[in-house]
């Protein structure tokens, strides 16, 4: 069964198992421990540090490791926020980084600190020069990740590293959809990551912390990893998280070319095999392996679960497929269509002949999706009423979107639908829609009916 969600978490690579098992027998002990058995444990311990931090790009002295990736995030925000009190309590961030680094952002506001997101493009990255301006007086603390997990555009991190130094703010990376890929370039004075997205084993994080940043970790003081991580050392992860990320690196050059084709051929093809489909993201600075797409008129979950039953195994972004029923934060920030939205992230070893099977029945999955929900013909006709009101209330995507496509043309030129909604994905999806239909969106208003009344043009 195809599995195509590398980017979620990739599939535990067999240099890890290797080491995995082998340090179960070894690495069991205590390695703060001076006998026959902590000495070996400590001897593993540090031989990972090593290897791991050869990979980041730091010294071995800089870096710990955490339970998760999100704890090194969290640990590393943090951290740094405390060790830079003095000097404000600003912290800066783009809107479309990993929910650990918004969710600690939260907290650090609700505490009494504050929080400034910058915006970001359509296709998903930062403008370095807005970034820099961001940095005003109180900054304490910049946050940037190297490439987004969601539609893999790569950041210009080191632009902004840059502006950071200029600036005199440390900049934290979350470099866990990157690094295995390669080390992450610039001056960034914090980095974490997590070694089950590079094919190592969950439960295992890393925190690079560089020399001479000001850094005090919170919580119980703690004697282990230098009292930035507490509690035990799960060692056999440990080594398998540092085994598997010098092995992927090993491959990272042909396997990422090999990868990079493949995602290739799948953007190229889904516009061509479906209509009225978004590919988003940048289409050059990008991760090799992840490409994200969203169609008009389909639930995401629904095309999700049917592509499970074809033995795809894939992730969406779309507001359909989340306990929450909002868009992805990150779709929204780019301000591109969120319903129906598709990633593929393809694992090391993907075989051409499933990225070929999936571009076989990727089309006949969204039009059976479509054909259940009632989606509109691409049919125009004339119209004669100049206005028209949709209620969509109490529907869930993509079903104000699909109303409005099938009344669209029942106005003249110049008239106007008015789609009432009470979604959130609505103020998304329907400004997208406009745009990739060539129609004019008007605005939105609240409704007296409740929800919102999101106003549409016919100018085609």
Sequence with gaps: MPYFDAASSAPLHPVARQALLASLDEGWADPARLYREGRRARLLLD?????????????????????????????????????????GARLVVSAVEHSSVLHAGEAHAAAGGSLTEVPVGRSGAVDP??????????????????????????????????????????????AAQSLGWGPVEGGWSLLAASAHKWGGPAGVGLLAVRKGVRFAPQGPADERESGRAAGFENLPAIVAAAASLRAVRAEAEAEGARLRGLVDRIRARVPELLSDVEVVGDPVRRLPHLVTFSCLYVDGETVLHELDREGFSVSSGSSCTSSTLTPSHVLRAMGVLSEGNVRVSLPSGTPEADVDRFLEVLPGVVAGVRERLGAPDAVISSGASGSLVVDALGKRCPIPVIELAKVIDDVPVGGTVTVLADDEAARLDIPAWCEMRGQEYVGEEPAAEGGTAYVVRRVA
């Design 47 to 87: 031989a990972a540090r090593e290897a791991a931090a050869e990979a980041v790009g730091c010294r071995p002295d800089e870096l710990v490791f955490t339970p998760s990736g999100t704890r090194a995030v969290h640990s590393g925000i943090s951290g740094a926020l405390a060790g830079r009190r003095r000097v």
């Design 129 to 174: 020069s807005v970034f820099a301006a961001a940095l005003t007086e109180g900054t304490a603390l910049a946050c940037l990740q190297s490439a987004n997990h969601e539609v893999g555009t790569v950041q210009p991190v080191g632009e902004v590293a840059e502006a950071c130094r200029e600036a005199g703010v440390p900049l934290l990376v979350d």
